[in-house]
């Protein structure tokens, strides 16, 4: 059954700016599903409008079978949502943020002691819980918003972009943290977040999304798997107007994604190819300064679907805004 729906969304804002363009997508019951993006692809606004936060222009969407504009009280109570700023009160204890949303959450005063000792254990805050937040370092802010967010025990999870700004070795630990908290409680969990190791990690099925729009999806194996072949990446001296179509005429070359000095082959056969491009570039005049073969990544399938990778797509979208 599915817990969440989602049917040609969409969200344009005063000026025309559309953030969400015919957004469709469904997660199963127990499933953690990822919505894979650059800044400014559509993601937030799409949770805040699962979330009730922000009214969509068109199309319709539910949560936990209950539609999000028609019944938004309903779809409050069964969800937990972890936006990208922190919620946490600094100048109070881990305790005390944590008392309080139990109390604002209308949890029955007689489990609230009970839930929050819990709680603060589950995510590994109890001998913190006496100190103020403000002594707390990011991944133990992130850890305590993630137990506010679960404190009224919803049965689905928002997490949008849980892990940014976080360092590598704090990112990972809350990965794991989250990954035991979906399996001790069976949570449906929608994750939104521009990491590609991240929703590699955690993720059942990833939705891309490109400008508003879902342009793949599926498990991360399978997508990785569906564009076949290997990854072969070049870095030219210098950009040359004439190396693509020169790589294009190759035998064993599917495609040729990139702009600049920089280019992407998609082939059957990396190890083969790889010399093979560097030759025919040599033969026309073209220096290829770094080159390497690989396995596709999620990298190359969001390049693949799209014509584009992350970050030149985050910054031609965030200059469009």
Known sequence: MDEIVVENLSKTFAGGVTAVDGLSFSVARGEVFGLLGPNGAGKSTTVRILATLTQPTGGRASVASHDVAADPARVRSRLGYIAQ?????????????????????RVSPALVGARVRALLDRVSLSEAAPRLVNTYSGGMKRRLDIAMGLVHEPSVLFLDEPTTGLDPETR??????????????????????????????????????????????????????????????????????????????????????????????RVADGAHMLPVAISALAQSGISVRTASASRPSLDDVYLHHTGHRFDSTDVAHRAAR
């Not at 700023?85 to 949303?101: F, I, K, M, P, Y």
């Open 85 to 105: 700023a922190s919620g946490v009160d600094r100048w109070a204890t881990g305790h005390e943020n944590l008392t309080l949303q139990a109390q604002l959450q």
């Open 172 to 265: 990972r630990a809350l990965w794991d943290d989250l990954a035991r908290l979906r399996a001790e409680r069976g949570l449906t969990v929608l994750l939104t977040t521009h990491y590609l190791e991240e929703a590699d990690q955690l993720c059942d099925r990833i939705a891309i999304v490109d400008r508003g729009r879902v342009v793949a999806t599926g498990t991360p194996s399978d997508l990785k798997t569906g564009i076949g072949g290997d990854i072969v990446t070049l870095e030219l001296a210098a950009a040359q107007p004439y190396a693509a179509a020169t790589l294009r005429a190759l035998d064993g070359v599917t495609e040729v994604n990139g702009e600049g000095a920089k280019l992407t082959l």
